[in-house]
């Protein structure tokens, strides 16, 4: 018998599979958490990589950063923002952008100063339905953040004219509330547009909640949208079936575009939504983000030789 016979046959031990969060929002938007307590509670949940996906800005990314490097977690540059469309308003994810992009930020700023625009008149409306809040305290709430509508929604809960959060979005705030004031944004093809500028991927998020339903009318929208440069859709999110789930992976391979998923974690008192896990049923498996990144190598190559000169 040879020496190689001899020897015992070892069994490769399979690799733990690696789980991210892939949208998560902080104090510079409308999450409760600083970047750093984001990045700390990731860590700590044992996920190896967090997205940073605030609303319209990039602000908080850096300190994600740092904190990522020293918390030994890998970060992913990130931003959520809105976007009109023929169906009314979307969100979009923009995933391993160029944060020292001058182009996204002057965008960014400019959307920052529309939801500064709608915020007032959506306090108005309140008041019109007999709710007794101020605006000031609107602002209070957010603490020098950019204001939205999750700020608007906790000082309704703090004053108690909603339970939680998800009573105050569905009572007043929603799009179907009396209290909604439509969003005015750049159509999706310049914010597609201006992701893909700055080195990202363009991800149409949680597409449950656009209102097209989940058959012919949203695979005839992304469907136009990859006409404009979408990359990939949210397949995974807190509150997901796995019918919901399987659904939309059909959808993505169906127009040839990539998966994402994450919790919407925004660390709100009361919610039921955890990071990396949303109600205890997420899962965001590591090569999602994997995917993700090579999609943003490939759009920079891009952008090199289309450069001119």
Same mark, same amino acid.
């Given at each position: 018998?040879?020496?190689?016979?001899?020897?015992?046959?070892?069994?490769?031990?399979?690799?733990?599979?690696?789980?991210?969060?892939?949208?998560?929002?902080?104090?510079?938007?409308?999450?409760?958490?600083?970047?750093?307590?984001?990045?700390?509670?990731?860590?700590?949940?044992?996920?190896?990589?967090?997205?940073?996906?605030?609303?319209?800005?990039?602000?908080?990314?850096?300190?994600? @950063?740092?904190?990522?490097? &020293?918390?030994?977690?890998?970060?992913?540059?990130?931003?959520?923002?809105?976007?009109?469309?023929?169906?009314?308003?979307?969100?979009?994810?923009?995933?391993?952008?160029?944060?020292?992009?001058?182009? @996204?930020?002057?965008?960014? &700023?400019? *959307?920052?100063? *529309?939801?500064?625009?709608?915020?007032?008149?959506?306090?108005?409306?309140?008041?019109?339905?007999?709710?007794?809040?101020?605006?000031?305290?609107?602002?209070?709430?957010?603490?020098?953040?950019?204001?939205?509508?999750?700020?608007?929604?906790?000082? @309704?809960? #703090?004053?108690?004219?909603?339970?939680?959060?998800? #009573?105050?979005?569905?009572?007043?705030?929603?799009?179907?509330?009396?209290?909604?004031?439509? &969003?005015?944004?750049?159509?999706?093809?310049?914010?597609?547009?201006?992701?893909?500028?700055?080195?990202?991927?363009?991800?149409?998020?949680?597409?449950?909640?656009?209102?097209?339903?989940?058959?012919?009318?949203?695979?005839? *929208?992304?469907?136009? @949208?990859?006409?404009?440069? *979408?990359?990939?859709?949210?397949?995974?999110?807190?509150?997901?079936?796995?019918?919901?789930?399987?659904?939309?992976?059909?959808?993505?391979?169906?127009?040839?575009?990539?998966?994402?998923?994450?919790?919407?974690?925004?660390?709100?008192?009361?919610?039921?939504?955890?990071?990396?896990?949303?109600?205890?049923?997420?899962?965001?498996?590591?090569?999602?983000? #994997?995917?993700?990144?090579?999609?943003?190598?490939?759009?920079?190559?891009?952008?090199?030789?289309?450069?001119?000169?």
């Amino acid at each position: 018998m040879s020496e190689a016979q001899e020897k015992p046959h070892r069994r490769r031990r399979k690799r733990p599979e690696r789980f991210v969060d892939l949208q998560v929002h902080t104090t510079f938007s409308d999450g409760t958490l600083t970047p750093t307590e984001v990045v700390k509670l990731a860590a700590a949940a044992k996920l190896k990589a967090v997205a940073i996906t605030d609303h319209d800005t990039i602000d908080g990314v850096p300190e994600a @950063l740092a904190q990522g490097t &020293r918390s030994r977690i890998e970060v992913i540059p990130g931003v959520e923002i809105g976007a009109a469309c023929e169906t009314g308003t979307i969100d979009l994810l923009g995933y391993y952008v160029d944060i020292a992009s001058p182009t @996204l930020e002057s965008r960014l &700023r400019w *959307l920052r100063e *529309l939801r500064e625009e709608r915020n007032p008149l959506i306090i108005a409306k309140l008041q019109d339905l007999g709710v007794d809040i101020a605006y000031d305290q609107v602002i209070e709430a957010a603490n020098g953040s950019a204001v939205g509508r999750s700020h608007i929604a906790r000082v @309704l809960v #703090e004053k108690g004219f909603a339970t939680d959060i998800n #009573e105050a979005f569905s009572r007043y705030l929603c799009r179907s509330a009396p209290a909604y004031v439509p &969003r005015e944004g750049p159509p999706s093809s310049q914010v597609i547009e201006v992701i893909r500028d700055a080195g990202g991927v363009p991800v149409l998020a949680h597409p449950d909640m656009i209102g097209v339903g989940l058959g012919d009318d949203l695979d005839l *929208l992304v469907a136009r @949208l990859v006409c404009e440069g *979408l990359l990939g859709v949210e397949v995974m999110c807190s509150g997901y079936d796995t019918a919901v789930t399987s659904t939309l992976t059909r959808l993505a391979e169906k127009h040839n575009i990539l998966t994402s998923g994450g919790s919407g974690f925004h660390g709100d008192p009361g919610s039921d939504i955890e990071i990396g896990i949303g109600k205890g049923e997420l899962r965001v498996p590591y090569r999602f983000a #994997e995917s993700l990144r090579e999609a943003s190598r490939s759009v920079r190559r891009k952008a090199v030789e289309l450069a001119p000169g």
